[in-house]
């Protein structure tokens, strides 16, 4: 027998109980005579330390009633009968089972989050994506241009999509290629097919192999859906409980709700070295030299040298290993080149255009 408080919430009164635990239940003896008896499975627990414990169960009439016991030894025959271990949480473990539980729930929780992170929701992103029209790509970068709010040149753009035009893609989206008159030395493209080029970054290149390696690494952007993609990861959070909730227009609706955020959208590594290789590709089909992604990564490594951030912190992998797999690349699929006159014209002309 334990001796315990008994509260029926009746009254703010702590009524002496004694106690005795069965296999499956524990029964209780209040003054006058009167019995309760719990069942394990309709209780709840509270270990508030390896001396105390409070359980809660509803009395029949009277409602909910808690009965609070301080004896470290009924706490440690308590615990080992009432099966709660589903439903504790990490505290209760952790004063239930110590330091070297705890580590191992830990471990377990940051376990799974860590393959959650990295293998199980870039998987369930993929197949999401793959189920989505690309119609909704397009609507999606429409609202994202909607949103940026930058002019481009219309003369630049004509020169920029005749140079397109020389080139073969392998896509299904409609392509769209624009200059906006900018410092800024970058390029980037948004579902549904629009291309973007900075008058900052068509400065730094030198030949229109280079120019046709950017075009080539962001239509692939384009064409592997890594904005939708890397969107739908960041928010993987909200899409799995819409999805898993049935909810797919939720889901839907959340991408809709953040077009605005995919021009200073970055991509990951991976999607980077992706995008790389398969711009290598659309290079070989075409004919144009290689060479042209090499250059076009010395023209970034220029830009790399002013930050000199390390590549652990960085999105895009450092441009010196770049230039190695590109490298790489290029020894294992060599393909023959040709020049194409009308191509290198326009890039001329782009030049002479933006030149300062």
Same mark, same amino acid.
């Given at each position: 027998?334990?001796?315990?408080?008994?509260?029926?919430?009746?009254?703010?009164?702590?009524?002496?109980?004694?106690?005795?635990?069965?296999?499956?239940?524990?029964?209780?003896?209040?003054?006058?005579?009167?019995?309760?008896?719990?069942?394990?499975?309709?209780?709840?627990?509270?270990?508030?330390?390896?001396?105390?414990?409070?359980?809660?169960?509803?009395?029949?009439?009277?409602?909910?009633?808690?009965?609070?016991? @301080?004896?470290? !030894?009924?706490?440690?025959?308590?615990?080992?009968?009432?099966?709660?271990?589903?439903?504790?949480?990490?505290?209760?473990?952790?004063?239930?089972?110590?330091?070297?539980?705890?580590?191992?729930?830990?471990?377990?929780?940051?376990?799974?989050?860590?393959?959650?992170?990295?293998?199980?929701?870039?998987?369930?992103? @993929?197949? !999401?994506?793959?189920?989505?029209?690309?119609?909704?790509?397009?609507?999606?970068?429409?609202?994202?241009?909607?949103?940026?709010?930058?002019?481009?040149?219309?003369?630049?753009?004509?020169?920029?999509?005749?140079?397109?035009?020389?080139?073969?893609?392998?896509?299904?989206?409609?392509?769209?290629?624009?200059?906006?008159?900018?410092?800024?030395?970058?390029?980037?493209?948004?579902?549904?097919?629009?291309?973007?080029?900075?008058?900052?970054?068509?400065?730094?290149?030198?030949?229109?192999?280079?120019?046709?390696?950017?075009?080539?690494?962001?239509?692939?952007?384009?064409?592997?859906?890594? =904005?939708?993609?890397?969107?739908?990861?960041?928010?993987?959070?909200?899409?799995?409980?819409?999805?898993?909730?049935?909810?797919?227009?939720?889901?839907?609706?959340?991408?809709?709700?953040?077009?605005?955020?995919?021009?200073?959208?970055?991509? =990951?590594?991976?999607?980077?070295?992706?995008?790389?290789?398969?711009?290598?590709?659309?290079?070989?089909?075409?004919?144009?030299?290689?060479?042209?992604?090499?250059?076009?990564?010395?023209?970034?490594?220029?830009?790399?040298?002013?930050?000199?951030?390390?590549?652990?912190?960085?999105?895009?992998?450092?441009?010196? @290993?770049? !230039?190695?797999?590109?490298?790489?690349?290029?020894?294992?699929?060599?393909?023959?080149?040709?020049?194409?006159?009308?191509?290198?014209?326009?890039?001329?002309?782009?030049?002479?255009?933006?030149?300062?």
């Amino acid at each position: 027998m334990f001796s315990g408080k008994y509260y029926d919430h009746q009254t703010a009164q702590a009524i002496p109980a004694r106690i005795q635990l069965f296999t499956e239940s524990l029964h209780m003896e209040l003054p006058g005579g009167k019995k309760l008896h719990w069942l394990f499975t309709e209780i709840t627990a509270e270990v508030v330390d390896r001396n105390f414990v409070r359980i809660s169960g509803e009395v029949r009439i009277s409602g909910e009633a808690t009965l609070e016991v @301080n004896d470290p !030894v009924f706490v440690k025959a308590f615990l080992q009968k009432y099966k709660y271990t589903r439903s504790a949480g990490l505290h209760q473990l952790a004063l239930r089972g110590g330091l070297k539980v705890t580590l191992i729930v830990l471990l377990a929780m940051a376990g799974i989050l860590l393959f959650g992170h990295f293998y199980a929701i870039p998987w369930c992103v @993929n197949r !999401v994506v793959d189920r989505l029209p690309l119609s909704f790509d397009k609507e999606l970068g429409t609202l994202a241009a909607q949103s940026i709010h930058e002019t481009s040149d219309p003369a630049g753009n004509q020169l920029l999509s005749n140079f397109a035009r020389q080139i073969k893609w392998d896509t299904q989206d409609t392509l769209t290629f624009c200059i906006v008159k900018s410092d800024i030395e970058n390029a980037y493209a948004l579902p549904g097919g629009r291309i973007v080029v900075y008058t900052g970054l068509l400065e730094k290149l030198h030949n229109s192999d280079q120019l046709a390696a950017l075009l080539s690494h962001e239509v692939a952007h384009v064409t592997a859906r890594h =904005s939708v993609k890397k969107l739908c990861r960041d928010m993987s959070t909200t899409m799995l409980v819409s999805i898993a909730f049935g909810n797919a227009s939720g889901a839907t609706n959340t991408l809709y709700a953040n077009a605005s955020s995919l021009y200073s959208l970055t991509y =990951s590594r991976q999607y980077e070295q992706e995008a790389d290789i398969m711009g290598m590709k659309t290079l070989r089909r075409n004919h144009i030299s290689q060479l042209g992604m090499l250059g076009l990564m010395q023209a970034l490594q220029q830009l790399d040298q002013q930050t000199n951030i390390p590549e652990f912190v960085r999105t895009h992998p450092l441009t010196e @290993n770049r !230039v190695n797999y590109v490298r790489k690349n290029i020894a294992e699929h060599p393909a023959f080149t040709e020049k194409n006159a009308q191509r290198e014209q326009l890039f001329q002309q782009l030049r002479q255009r933006y030149s300062k």
